[in-house]
Structures are given as structure tokens and as C-alpha cells.
């Protein structure tokens, strides 16, 4: 007998068609954060403790959900419960990432809770328990960004917090075989793992982010799953963002992005917010494949990755329209890691 559907009423209001938004670190999520959060009804968190602290859990021991679906979704909806309450305290106790995107200064709270409509999350590393979403929430709209690897992998290597997940006392490469956290998936991996570099094993982080989206990609529905590419989302934010509203059916305010080359406070390049009325029509046109160039990592960060690593490409397609390989060289070790997403293996579709 099929379970019983749950509904979750947070702040007086059920939660309907939440949004999430994920993908490999520094791969863009922010933007998408920072453009639902200044949508109009949307209540959108990031890094919540409650939710992070079940996330983790079951990226670097997915064993724990295996085969404990109906427990894992009830897990998360608690999770969720907790981070999307708006308190009299307001956002003084969120994370600094989910106060960054809001623009949030001082005291008070993000939105006034009379105003919430819809919930949702752009937690990055939601991509490891993503069918546990889809199981807490049935109705779920996922947005996940793709971006390419040697930006990420510049973007990793700067960031404390990133690296600190390669420590070995954190790093449980021996204890969970697989784990898609470190994108360690087979024997040969775990062998390589102790001799790579560091951005070898930011390269395998990404790899697996990057395998572990092929495969959400082919296993969920159209209508519960969309992939964006950063390139596509700084180079075409207009586009990106008519793609995302008609894939979560509401209004979305403009993307913000940087000028190319500058610091400082983002600035809207990409028009007008979105409307509904011409959303749906554009939908399919606006998350059609754009070409993939890399324009997006400073020149520093690009050279050092340069003189660690041989830059990894983003997944190729065959003639057939299939992920076929991934290359990424390290030169702590001989040889070369391939990543094949082969027919053995949930192939990405033509639009990727």
C-alpha cells in the first residue's frame, strides 16, 4: 500500500512546491539564492544548521538512508520544519551564507512571515540526499547548476571551509566505500585517494558532484528536475532566469551578477524580474544548451590550478547525445583518473 502523502504546515502556511537549488561547491547556487530570496512570497534558507547537520550525515554516510526512504524523508521534513520557522529573533541565528543572500543587515527578519507563499533551500550539497527530497516532498521543483570543473576547482582551492572536509580526521575514505561526497566510487579511486593533491582531490569532489547530477538528471522526472550551467547563467542571466521561473511556475526577481572582472556588490544585468506572462512560452527555448565557455575564474586563480592540475573538462557529449568521460590528471600520482559514464551507468540527456 503506497504511503500516506505528509503535509508540513510551517509559519500557519503548507508548504507547496518547495524550490531547491544545489550542485558541486562554487558552482554558482548563490546567484539563484540571492534571486529567490528577493522574489516575492519565496522563503528560501541556506546552511541552516538543522538542515546542514542532515545533509552531511548522509552525504558522507549514505548508508545511513539506504534502503530507509519513508525514515529519511521524515528526517528531513523535521529538518526543514526548523529552518524555515521565522522567529521574533529573525535571521540574528541563520547562517552567514543565508544572510549574504538576503542583504540582510542587523536585526530583523527577511520576510515578514503573513507574506510567505512558497518554501525552499540553496544548500549546494542537497544534490547527496535529492531523492530524499523528492520523498519528503513529492511535489519538489530542483533547480541544480553545473559549472565548469577547473573554475571550481580554483574556487575550492581558495576556500578554507572547502578544504577542510580533505582532512584526515574528517575525510572517511576508509569507513564509507562508496562515497559519492568525495567522489570516490570505485577500488582504483580509494587507492588514488591518498596520494592526490589537493586539487586532485577537489577535482574528484567535483566529478562526483558532477556523475551524482547525471545520474538525478536521468532518474527524475522533467517537471521535478532542471540543470543550469553557471556559463549560461552569467553570460544569459535574462535567459537563465525566464528558464527557472517556468520551471518553478512564479515569478522570479532578476538574476544579479558581477561585471566581468570586478568586486563588490552585485549588479542586476539582467533586466526586468520575470513574470509569469511570458515564463511558460520561454521555458523550453531557455534551457536548451548554450555553448560552454570559461570565462569565469580570475587569472590567478586560473594559473593555479594550471600548475597543479590539468584542467578537467566538463562532460562530452558522443554523437548519440551521451556523457561519455570526464579527464582530470593529478601529479601526485602517475596516470590519469577517468570518470566514464558509460552505458553501464544512467547516461545525462542531449540537453546537458
Not at 540526499?129 to 530542483?142: K, M, N, S, W
Not at 568521460?325 to 545525462?348: H, K, L
Request: positive net charge.
Amino acid at each position: 500500500m503506497a504511503p500516506r502523502p505528509h503535509i508540513l504546515v510551517v509559519n500557519g502556511r503548507k508548504v507547496r512546491q518547495p524550490v531547491f537549488v544545489i550542485g558541486a561547491p562554487h558552482s554558482g547556487a548563490d546567484l539563484l539564492a540571492r534571486a529567490l530570496k528577493q522574489s516575492s512570497g519565496f522563503h528560501i534558507t541556506v546552511g541552516q544548521r538543522s538542515v546542514m547537520s542532515v545533509v552531511y550525515a548522509f552525504a558522507r554516510s549514505p548508508s545511513i538512508q539506504r534502503g530507509r526512504g519513508e525514515a529519511a524523508a521524515t528526517v528531513l521534513r523535521d529538518a526543514f520544519a526548523q529552518a524555515w520557522q521565522v522567529t521574533p529573533h529573525g535571521c540574528m541565528a541563520c547562517s552567514q551564507a543565508c544572510r549574504d543572500a538576503s542583504e540582510l543587515n542587523g536585526s530583523g527578519t527577511c520576510i515578514a512571515e503573513r507574506d510567505i507563499r512558497r518554501y525552499g533551500d540553496a544548500s549546494p550539497d542537497l544534490m547527496y540526499c535529492a531523492e530524499g527530497l523528492v520523498d519528503a516532498f513529492p511535489d519538489a521543483r530542483i533547480v541544480q547548476i553545473v559549472r565548469d570543473g577547473r573554475d571550481v576547482v580554483a574556487a575550492m582551492l581558495a576556500d578554507a571551509e572547502s578544504l577542510a572536509w580533505f582532512k584526515p580526521g574528517v575525510a572517511n575514505v576508509d569507513s564509507e566505500f562508496p562515497n559519492p561526497f568525495f567522489g570516490i566510487e570505485t577500488a582504483s579511486d580509494l587507492a588514488a585517494w591518498p596520494g592526490l593533491s589537493l586539487a586532485g582531490k577537489c577535482a574528484m569532489r567535483w566529478r562526483g558532484s558532477v556523475r551524482t547530477m547525471a545520474r538525478l538528471r536521468s532518474s527524475m522526472r522533467p517537471e521535478q528536475l532542471t540543470t543550469l550551467r553557471y556559463e549560461q547563467l552569467i553570460r544569459q542571466p535574462a535567459a537563465a532566469a525566464r528558464a527557472v521561473s517556468g520551471f518553478i511556475d512564479a515569478d522570479l526577481a532578476a538574476i544579479g551578477v558581477r561585471a566581468r572582472g570586478r568586486t563588490g556588490p552585485m549588479t542586476v544585468q539582467s533586466g526586468l524580474p520575470v513574470t509569469t506572462g511570458t515564463m511558460r512560452a520561454s521555458h523550453a527555448a531557455a534551457s536548451a544548451s548554450f555553448p560552454v565557455r570559461y570565462p569565469c575564474s580570475p587569472a590567478r586563480a586560473r594559473s593555479q590550478v594550471s600548475s597543479t592540475m590539468e584542467a578537467p573538462s566538463m562532460p562530452r557529449r558522443s554523437d548519440r547525445g551521451m556523457v561519455t568521460s570526464t579527464r582530470v590528471s593529478d601529479p601526485a600520482r602517475s596516470g590519469t583518473i577517468f570518470a566514464r559514464i558509460s552505458s553501464s551507468q544512467p547516461s545525462c540527456r542531449a540537453s546537458w
